[in-house]
């Protein structure tokens, strides 16, 4: 089989700091790749070369055996090349068929021949997509058939697909996985980076692995296990394997009950759910999707309102509250750390510090104190040492980050408000392993302190790794209350369907 794009001795560098060196990478034709590595090992960045969004510093990148080096994305997109970023670049204003022919408008359009052209592409592809429907009231799977169908329009043979299943629901995975073995069968030839190791051992057809900006092995993937690719992304054995070893956890003592949620209802995805949450434990909240397990948090942290007659009490430290904003729980040691980091959690343009010392501005008394950047800057330089935040360059920005670092100053930014109750909704997702680990230790060392933690997660394993108590959310309702010792897989799924 022969290689479509080939990477030689390829280095790229940010102001003399390198974020690869010396890779060797082939893709070849009809193959799907997948390209794994910790946060920062330089994966995206690699595929971003590959897509023209920057050019290499030393070394040549070939592709169908010609040297290229794509000035933009709509250059390497014209070569046949097309990258499927985690968060989708659709225009939410405009409707499906006008995002899939952006860019190839004739100079007099149709709005009704563009439809039709829409619609038959998408039949092609077997995508049960509405060409009429705005972006904007699409789900994350149909966004990124969307997305799928304009590089097809576009004539793309590459495709790079950047964490493309950290937000989908298992059957919208079911249904991708699906999609992207069609456009192996038509000829594609697909770079799948993914943070989800068992995804790609189920999918790819070769692994590489980058560490630390160097490409440390590339196998077939019936070579590999889980444990030999965590050994060569991290270059260490992680223990326990993330998500238990043969022992099981004894559970801490609760403490003072912290939060009560008594009879909480909002419309019809929250109804009368009832649960506590105490000092000093890890409380681990469980439910399929609908379940209204983030709704009931988001209430207690002010982000939603209950409703206002029959809505039920909460209560904090035994006084009931009423929060009509996040400020309010802000300022009463609340802290909830958002699964969406992008859209909730960060201020992309600005860089680490600044997005850190926002969130103590969140609660500072005053609104009009004034705070000069060298004092925002030393504040921000603790937490980026507690939370081994690393990165490129000091003042890089937000943006400029890979996924499990930005996680991090997204819960820097909330920790630095001094919470007493900490809420973590999907807290590892699109996290690599080695940042799954310290992402872990610091949830456990919040609870060893007797803070309050509640962490939501869809991920069964997690949720049995590092809970004390686990809450099971069903309908808007909790359902289920069981202790670590007693709780098992099974337990909980049974008790999140029946």
């Known amino acids: 089989m022969s290689n479509i794009v080939e990477f030689r001795n390829a280095t790229k560098k940010f102001r003399s700091v390198a974020a690869f060196r010396n890779v060797d990478f082939t893709l070849r034709k009809g193959e799907i790749h997948a390209l794994l590595g910790e946060n920062g090992a330089g994966k995206s960045t690699l595929t971003k070369v590959l897509a023209g969004l920057y050019p290499l510093s030393e070394g040549e990148m070939l592709v169908e055996g010609k040297p290229r080096s794509f000035g933009s994305p709509a250059e390497a997109l014209s070569h046949g090349v097309a990258m499927v970023f985690q968060e989708t670049n659709l225009i939410p204003s405009m409707t499906v068929a006008q995002n899939i022919f952006l860019g190839e408008e004739n100079f007099f359009n149709r709005l009704r021949g563009v439809n039709i052209r829409a619609q038959q592409q998408l039949q092609r592809l077997s995508f049960h997509v509405e060409p009429t429907a705005l972006v904007s009231s699409l789900g994350a799977a149909k966004k990124q058939m969307v997305e799928i169908a304009r590089a097809v329009q576009h004539n793309a043979r590459i495709f790079i697909f950047d964490e493309p299943t950290a937000t989908l629901t298992p059957e ?33 057809d070769r692994i590489s692995i980058l560490r630390d900006g160097e490409l440390v092995v590339t196998d077939e993937t019936r070579n590999f296990t889980r444990q030999r690719i965590v050994q060569s992304m991290v270059g260490r054995q992680l223990e326990n394997e993330l998500y238990g070893g043969a022992e099981r956890r004894v559970a801490r003592p609760a403490g003072r009950k912290v939060l009560a949620l008594e009879n909480v209802s909002m419309g019809k995805t929250v109804r009368s759910a009832t649960m506590s949450v105490f000092a000093g434990q890890i409380t681990g909240m469980f439910g399929l999707v609908g379940a209204g397990r983030t709704e009931m948090m988001k209430i207690a942290a002010g982000v939603l309102k209950r409703d206002f007659f029959h809505g039920g009490r909460i209560r904090l430290n035994g006084r009931a509250v009423r929060f009509s904003q996040p400020r309010g729980a802000v300022n009463n040691r609340i802290a909830y750390i958002t699964e969406d980091r992008k859209l909730d959690g960060l201020f992309d343009t600005m860089d680490i510090a600044q ?8 609660k500072r008394a005053n609104p009009v104190s004034v705070v000069t950047m060298s004092e925002a800057r030393r504040e921000a330089a603790e937490w980026i040492r507690r939370l081994g935040i690393r990165t490129i360059r000091e003042n890089a920005r937000v943006v400029e980050l890979s996924g499990g670092t930005q996680q991090k100053v997204v819960i820097a930014k909330s920790l630095i408000q001094a919470p007493d109750l900490i809420i973590f909704d999907e807290p590892t997702r699109g996290v690599d392993v080695g940042a799954i680990a310290e992402i872990h230790e610091l949830i456990q060392e919040l609870a060893d302190a007797g803070a309050a933690v509640v962490v939501i997660s869809s991920y069964l394993p997690e949720i049995l790794a590092i809970s004390d108590r686990i809450l099971v959310a069903r309908q808007g309702r909790i359902v289920e209350e069981m202790s670590v010792e007693e ?5 909980i799924m049974y008790a999140a369907v029946h």
């Open 487 to 491: 709780a098992s897989e099974e337990k």
């Open 355 to 362: 997005n850190i010392f926002y969130g103590k501005l969140a």
């Open 172 to 204: 919208e995975k079911q249904h991708f996985f699906a999609l992207i073995e069609r456009l192996k069968a038509d000829g594609g030839s697909i770079i799948f980076i993914s943070h989800a190791l068992e995804e790609a051992l189920a999918v790819a």
